[in-house]
């Protein structure tokens, strides 16, 4: 992950975490870790949720966190 960040780091980038199991020591370590090194992320994280794996086929009912991405990215575009 780290090369990936070095590698763009000439351009505009963001992590953002998908699958998250919010509640587990692993990922309060990644974010940590991301946190420790600098690594721009969404503050905003996508839960692991089945729903949104049944949700793929077809119109999604929910957007399950990434309204709240897209949010992020707005207010980061230059107006």
């Not at 974010?31 to 969404?42: M, S």
């Amino acid at each position: 992950m780290w090369l990936s960040l070095e590698t763009a780091a000439h351009r505009p980038h963001r992590v953002l975490v998908c699958r998250a199991e919010q509640h587990t020591i692993p990922f309060r370590e990644t974010i940590t870790a991301l946190d420790e090194h600098g690594a721009p992320r969404f503050t905003s994280v996508i839960p692991k949720t089945v729903e949104l794996v049944k949700d793929a086929a077809r119109h999604p009912r929910q957007l399950y966190g990434y309204a709240r991405v897209w949010a992020e990215l707005l207010t980061d575009l230059p107006n």
